[in-house]
């Protein structure tokens, strides 16, 4: 598991983990030199030949494997005609190394073409850093350049999918084909990865014999593990197994959302010290899925589960250091944490129905 040193870790260490890896790499550092000489107006190296050249340098493997072209974007709206593209791709293509071989493409006419090549319309884009968010898979959301003679890498979905190799698609774009089929095309060269289905219906659903636990324990420990350096301990949701998981979830209930990875997760019992309540318990959501409402559809599944049960409230135990988490929990109708007796550091909260 060497090839995940990085997963996890803060978004600064990430950050110099990715600039030293591509500054390693003669050919990355080499296109990117041609680059900048060329002056391309928003000019940015984007994407696989930096998440590939990310993954072979963790992976022990040489650099451009699995790297099929280098990708360059610029943005250029002063002339949207097919000739003028051509025309700096003609004159750019022969200054950059042959192989792999380098893609010009000016993002400001994308929406030109890209319905005939696939099927689908496409708004007039600003910039070339909304092209990068308009992949469909977040993974693939990177590029860099040289300015000032510095390493710049922009990644909009911060680096943790590449360094978590973990493949997942971009749900803001219409695209699941698109990120299937480079899926299919990424695992046959880095067997290390891990392939995030589309989500599908986002409803939540409860957990049953055939939920993939490993992948609720993987939930968990990735979304819990912030909190350790705040409480000065480790969370016990990042230390339960999945054998664990499974049997807490016979005790109770479980709630997921997303199949067959589950991306987000809810954990439910009978109150020990509120017999009128509900208590709730390893809310996560994954990182990248974060935003949508996902922990409100649980919240109020859970809440919907306590009115039928007969139950008056919920209930959660949440670190009293963990301010801005109790602030969630308060947008999501809990009500001021209250000290918990005999526990020092916990505080409950209560949610009437």
């Known amino acids: 598991m060497d090839h995940l040193r990085y997963s996890g870790l803060s978004q600064a260490i990430q950050l110099k983990a990715a600039r030293d890896i591509l500054s390693a790499n003669r050919g990355v550092m ?28 963790l992976t022990g493997r040489p650099d451009d494997y699995g790297v099929k072209d280098y990708d360059v974007f610029y943005f250029d709206d002063t002339d949207l ?43 007039p884009l600003a910039d070339s850093h909304e092209g990068i968010r308009r992949f469909a898979c977040t993974t693939h959301m990177i590029g860099a350049r040289l ?5 710049e890498i922009y990644t ?4 943790e999918p590449i360094f978590g190799f973990r493949l997942i698609g971009n749900t803001d774009t219409n695209n699941r084909v698109t990120h299937e089929a480079k ?23 409860r957990a049953g014999n055939e939920t993939d636990w490993a992948g609720v324990q993987r939930l968990l420990a990735k979304s819990f593990a912030y909190m350790e350096p705040i409480l000065g301990r480790p969370a016990g949701a990042t ?27 809810l ?24 935003g949508q409402g996902l922990a409100r559809q649980l919240v109020e599944r859970a809440a919907s589960q306590a ?24 947008r999501l109708g809990f009500e001021t944490p209250q000290e918990r007796d005999g526990e020092p550091g916990v505080v409950t909260m209560m949610r009437p129905l």
């Open 147 to 151: 300015s000032g003679g510095e390493l």
């Open 239 to 265: 230390q339960a197994t999945a054998e664990a998981l499974a049997e807490e979830a016979q005790q109770g209930a479980c709630w997921l959302i997303g199949t067959p990875y589950p991306v987000a997760c």
């Open 81 to 123: 005609s097919y000739a003028a593209e051509d025309a700096v791709i003609q004159r750019l293509t022969p200054l950059f190394p042959p192989e792999p071989p380098v893609e010009i493409r000016n993002q400001a006419r994308v929406h030109l073409w890209y319905e005939d090549h696939f099927g689908s319309a496409y708004t």
């Open 183 to 205: 899926a299919a095309r990424h695992v046959k060269f880095w067997p290390e990865l891990e392939f995030v289905p589309w989500p599908g219906d986002l409803t939540p659903y």
């Open 267 to 290: 954990f439910t019992r009978a109150s020990r010290d509120h017999p009128d309540a509900l208590y709730l318990g390893k809310l996560a959501v994954e990182e990248t899925c974060r």
């Open 156 to 159: 909009p979905c911060g680096l």
């Open 30 to 57: 080499r296109r990117l030199e041609v680059l900048a000489e060329t002056g391309l107006p928003d000019g940015w190296l984007v994407s696989g030949a930096l998440y590939g050249n990310i993954w072979n340098s």
């Open 307 to 330: 009115r039928t049960q007969g139950l008056a409230a919920l209930t959660l135990d949440t670190g009293a250091s963990l301010t801005q988490l109790q602030a969630t929990f308060g």
